[in-house]
T-cell receptor, first 114, second 112 residues
Framework: DAGVIQSPRHEVTEMGQEVTLRCKPI?????LFWYRQTMMRGLELLIY????????DSGMPEDRFSAKMPNASFSTLKIQPSEPRDSAVYFC????????????FGQGTRLTVV | QQQVKQSPQSLIVQKGGISIINCAYE??????FPWYQQFPGKGPALLIA?????SEKKEGRFTISFNKSAKQFSLHIMDSQPGDSATYFC???????????FGTGTRLLVSP
């Protein structure tokens, strides 16, 4: 398996623009997580899905953030409108219940909002 | 109660030395304690994990020590190598939950 695939790897956008980050989890995994990593706050869990259903979105910072998982092989994290403080590395991770809580992370998307 | 506290924030060790990173938790419902390793530009990757039914787990040069009564666990890297230079995260999860709570990370530098 190719692992968790995220796109794009890097994104530079202007403040106020819409940004969409994409994730393809590992086939067969039934959990998908979106994390944000910054120097100040470390790894923060934003939202996670089980079988395509959002389970816990308490980490989503504001209404400007939204996430969807239309099917088992695809998820998006959208920021609209983007702000400079959203600049961070966003990771997608997936896991499967029978594997315990081991999460497999993608390479991340480095977002810069100018 | 959902936090995992990690220390130190950064660590410099000489090649061949022992690196020790510590974590503490409050939630006694946690029953899975992994350590993740992250290299620059990469996502975190599972390094080693332990469950509370054992006090120690060793995989090569990496050992987790677990103290259930103190609610602490630590990562020991024996014979540290420059290639071990990375950021290390401890984490914890509750039985039946896939959600991991991560520590704040330790940046390890192993000097040649």
């Amino acid at each position: 398996d190719a692992g968790v695939i995220q796109s794009p790897r890097h994104e530079v956008t202007e403040m106020g623009q819409e940004v969409t980050l994409r994730c393809k989890p590992i086939s067969g995994h039934d959990y998908l997580f979106w994390y944000r990593q910054t120097m100040m706050r470390g790894l923060e869990l934003l939202i996670y899905f089980n079988n395509n259903v959002p389970i816990d979105d308490s980490g989503m910072p504001e209404d400007r953030f939204s996430a969807k998982m239309p099917n088992a092989s695809f998820s998006t994290l959208k920021i609209q409108p983007s702000e400079p403080r959203d600049s961070a590395v966003y990771f997608c991770a997936s896991s499967f219940l029978q594997g315990g809580a081991e999460a497999f992370f993608g390479q991340g998307t480095r977002l810069t909002v100018v | 109660q959902q936090q995992v506290k990690q220390s130190p924030q950064s660590l410099i060790v000489q090649k061949g030395g022992i690196s020790i990173i510590n974590c503490a938790y409050e939630n006694t419902a946690f029953d899975y304690f992994p350590w993740y390793q992250q290299f620059p530009g990469k996502g975190p990757a599972l390094l080693i994990a332990i469950r509370p039914d054992v006090s120690e787990k060793k995989e090569g040069r990496f050992t987790i020590s677990f103290n259930k009564s103190a609610k602490q666990f630590s990562l020991h890297i024996m014979d540290s190598q420059p290639g071990d230079s990375a950021t290390y995260f401890c984490a914890a999860s509750r039985a039946g939950f896939q959600k991991l709570v991560f520590g704040t990370g330790t940046r390890l530098l192993v000097s040649p």
